[in-house]
């Protein structure tokens, strides 16, 4: 959804994990949808705390890249589980996955997780790099509005909740099917029946506040924006626009030659 002229919530999410000090950044997608986010971020995008250095006597040596990875959703748990905290573990176990067949010292100790359904300041978010980044839980909050109740506010998570948030899912989770009852008792009749409808792959639905339900306020560091618009709805769309909180595309988001960002004139 665009927010001005060639820039969009899928940029400006992408953008604040940059302000943020992310490592990597991991996308969970579709395979339908792939194709256009990946020619829509193309493979990075530049740290811009290392892209601005005026007094750097070597900028073009120090600059940052961060590399964006497009992470597909298993087959077995598309439209099943696919809901945007199960995205979140879905990038996070990627990237693990990636980072464990290097060397087991490469494996991320925290996730930075965000949405592109919310908007505030990105390049607010800079200021509590430190904080995001010294392995602690950290969240952002806006009118009492978390991740804890089901916000899109940016927070982050450790490793070890990855574990917890799949039990979760594995034991609360409907599928298409249910042991029988019956069969349960005697050993007779039909293995498994089916579930209606409506109570077929619940864990789809499931929101932030239940897959990190094992976790508590108390458990996070919290900073407070100073304003903040979600974008749940076509009438929250509007209610931004209309109040003018304008954001220009960052000059970083300017896709260049990777040869041409670290110098080579000859590209």
């Not at 000090?21 to 811009?48: C, E, F, Q, T």
């Not at 040596?61 to 809901?83: E, G, H, M, W």
Request: aromatic share 16%.
């Amino acid at each position: 959804m665009p927010i001005n002229h060639d820039f969009t919530l899928l940029d400006l999410a992408v953008y604040e994990c940059a302000c943020a000090g992310v490592k990597s950044i991991w996308i969970s997608v579709n395979d339908d949808w792939a194709p256009v986010v990946k020619k829509r971020l193309y493979d990075y995008v530049m740290d811009p705390v290392w892209q601005k250095r005026t007094m750097d006597p070597m900028p073009y040596q120090n600059k940052k890249l961060i590399p964006i990875f497009l992470v597909p959703c298993k087959a077995r748990y598309y439209n099943t589980r696919d809901s945007e905290g199960w995205g979140y573990i879905n990038a996070a176990v990627y990237a693990t996955m990636s980072a464990r067949k290097i060397s087991n010292f490469l494996i991320p100790d925290v996730f930075y997780a965000t949405s592109p359904f919310v908007v505030y300041e990105p390049s607010y978010i800079s200021k509590f790099r430190r904080d995001i980044q010294n392995k602690k839980r950290f969240m952002f909050e806006s009118n009492g509005k978390n991740f804890l109740n089901d916000s899109h506010h940016a927070f982050t998570f450790l490793k070890e909740d990855i574990k917890i948030v799949r039990k979760y899912i594995n034991d609360n989770a409907t599928m298409k099917y249910v042991e029988s009852e019956q069969y349960k008792e005697t050993g007779e009749g039909k293995m498994l029946v089916a579930l209606p409808k409506e109570e077929r792959y619940s864990g789809k639905h499931f929101g932030l506040n239940d897959l990190f339900s094992h976790l508590d306020k108390k458990d996070y560091h919290t900073e407070q924006l100073n304003w903040s618009y979600e974008m749940n709805s076509w009438q929250d769309y509007r209610e931004y626009m209309r109040d003018g909180k304008e954001f220009k595309k960052p000059s970083l988001l300017e896709r260049k030659s990777i040869y041409k960002i670290f110098g080579d004139i000859d590209d």
